[in-house]
T-cell receptor, first 115, second 111 residues
Framework: AQSVTQLDSQVPVFEEAPVELRCNYSSSVSVYLFWYVQYPNQGLQLLLKYLSGSTLVESINGFEAEFNKSQTSFHLRKPSVHISDTAEYFCAVRAPGAGSYQLTFGKGTKLSVIP | DADVTQTPRNRITKTGKRIMLECSQTKGHDRMYWYRQDPGLGLRLIYYSFDVKDINKGEISDGYSVSRQAQAKFSLSLESAIPNQTALYFC??????????FGPGTRLLVL
């Protein structure tokens, strides 16, 4: 079984400042890792994912996350946030394999960008 | 058009009533899922289906039932709604072990 811990429930940050949203996971097997974003009054959208290969993955809107196996982390970063980044961010993990179904979510981190 | 649609988007009902939430997808995925989201708890899996003949309970299936009417349709029913089922409900789809794609959600209030 897997579990996900998002260490911060709320993160306020000023516009154009850098931000890091932390995610740690626990698993007895190798995992796939995901970050989803939920804008106000909308569903979840995939932001980025790590399946294999390069440990640094990037999204089209400037976010990046780095898979760190030794620290079991997948922190999300952006060097300069914009007002439009205000949303709730969910880290999720699942085991690889055709029979795997369980996508385990963290409790979410609300990012508030302050003008 | 959206790939995953949910109806209704908002619903208010009374304790004891039976209600159905519907999900349709045009992505051609075999796997479909129902989650509920509660503030501060993230998303929790209610039921999932790998194909039309395969339905499985998730983490919190008590008080819920589902029906997979076709590859593209997966409905969630609350047989007798209770107030602690007030939540935001999401349907999702995936192709095998690939990424899950979510619908816009249904906001349910049980009075």
């Amino acid at each position: 079984a897997q579990s996900v811990t998002q260490l911060d429930s709320q993160v306020p940050v000023f516009e154009e400042a850098p931000v890091e949203l932390r995610c740690n996971y626990s698993s007895s097997v190798s995992v796939y890792l995901f970050w989803y974003v939920q804008y106000p009054n909308q569903g979840l959208q995939l932001l980025l994912k790590y399946l294999s290969g390069s440990t640094l993955v990037e999204s089209i809107n400037g976010f990046e996350a780095e898979f760190n196996k030794s620290q079991t982390s997948f922190h999300l970063r952006k060097p300069s946030v914009h007002i439009s980044d205000t949303a709730e961010y969910f880290c999720a993990v699942r085991a690889p394999g055709a029979g795997s179904y369980q996508l385990t979510f963290g409790k979410g981190t609300k990012l508030s960008v302050i003008p | 058009d959206a790939d995953v649609t949910q109806t209704p988007r908002n619903r208010i009902t009374k304790t004891g009533k039976r209600i159905m939430l519907e999900c349709s997808q045009t992505k051609g995925h075999d796997r479909m899922y129902w989650y509920r989201q509660d503030p501060g708890l993230g998303l929790r899996l209610i039921y999932y289906s790998f194909d039309v003949k395969d339905i499985n309970k998730g983490e919190i299936s008590d008080g819920y039932s589902v029906s997979r009417q076709a590859q593209a349709k997966f409905s969630l029913s609350l047989e007798s709604a209770i107030p602690n089922q007030t939540a935001l409900y999401f349907c999702a789809t995936s192709a095998n072990q690939e990424t899950q794609y979510f619908g816009p959600g249904t906001r349910l209030l049980v009075l």
